[in-house]
């Protein structure tokens, strides 16, 4: 049995006006997914607890059938694992955005999108103000960089359970003198953040940034702060082999820690310019060595946030054409199947933020009724295949006979 899910990454919506009240789900052409729909079901699960933040750190974990009140211990330490760093028992990652913050606004949460370059040059001029070799700032991808804290063999952690950060994406253009992190261990973050302000002030590479009209890395946010989460393997949980085609180091870690291989696409960029069409082939290619396979796509998401409806719609469709059709083409080559398609979370163009709530799914292959519906939220929501604990979507996938059981 070969199996494949497909993540259009915050694609859940609600319907907008320009669109003829319809959702940019509604108003695509995708052919594809409403054959899978068709073939199969239409249904909805929900991938965020209510009180956990609505992001895709929480939503993926629980799509991919971990409940995260269990599992789930912060953003950093599953992006970690995605550029291969090891945690110790009492180690924590700290995600450290560079941001840009005037009058203590939080003006742009990614400092001008700035580069890797710039990114590593600044992290390591930090070196000389860790004056406990504890901690170490690892530079990542643009603005989304670590500060790992090494515990060594010592239980007496700084932080814990009750360490509290915020994401510095909520509180674009707010003010963040009450955000600043809090609980234990907040005095050792913020005396850091503090002391990458002043180095951060007059580096030559933000006074060069400046003079080219580009915002500076004014400062330094730690957030998302967690130890390593341990998973029991996906190959343990159900005896089958993953692969995961992704642009994010999110789902690059997550993969990791489920013990998956990662599948790099040239041109995958996490953006709406990104190679779809090498995203469905390399797939193709993947469902002849692996049982599971997985490709995400964050351009829908990143249209969300932009509030760009019309270029959400060119996503899904560029999805529907590039991916859907080329690995259903594929999987009906095999004897036995099962097709997957939902988002993590929804992000609707209006709020241009992450939501909670139900998100649409739509699942064909052997084992499943034929519906003949369409895929969309609507549909979704008449649906009586519905999880509440979403975690529990992926075993009722992988693991029945028939599906729902009572169909
Ligand atoms: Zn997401």
Known sequence: MKYVIIIPDGCSDQPIEQLGNQTPLQAAKVPNMDRVAAAGLVGRTDNVPLHFPAGSEVANMTLFGYDPNLYF?????????????QLGAFDWA??????????????????????????????SSFKGIVADSSFEFVPGVSYRN????????????????DTRTRAPHDLTDLPVVDDYPRGPGSDLLVDLMQKCQTVLGSHEINLERVAAGKKPATNTWLWGQGRSPSLPSFADRFAIRGA????????????????????EVAGATGYLDTNYAGKGQAAVEALDRYDIVCVHVEATDEASHEGRFDEKVKALERIDEHIVGPVMEK???????????????PTPCSTKKHSHGMVPLTVCGRGIA?????????????????????????????????????S
């Open 94 to 123: 700290i995600r450290c955005n560079l941001v840009t913050i005037v009058d203590q606004i939080m003006v742009d949460f990614t400092a001008d999108h700035i580069s890797s370059t710039e990114a590593a040059e600044l992290l």
């Open 370 to 406: 034929s519906s003949g519906l369409v895929y969309s939220e609507a549909v979704a929501e008449e649906s009586n295949l519905a999880f509440a604990n979403g975690w529990e979507m992926m075993p009722a996938f992988i693991g029945q006979e028939n599906w729902p059981k009572d």
């Open 146 to 161: 670590l500060l790992i804290y090494r515990g060594g063999s010592s239980a007496e952690s700084p932080f814990n359970e």
């Open 73 to 85: 211990t912060g953003r950093a330490p599953i992006e970690a694992a995605a550029q291969g760093i």
């Open 331 to 345: 999987l009906s080559t095999f004897d036995a199947y099962r097709m997957l398609i939902l988002p993590d979370h």
């Open 244 to 263: 995961m085609i992704t642009a994010v180091d999110l789902l690059r870690g997550l993969a990791a820690l489920m013990g998956w291989d990662r599948i």
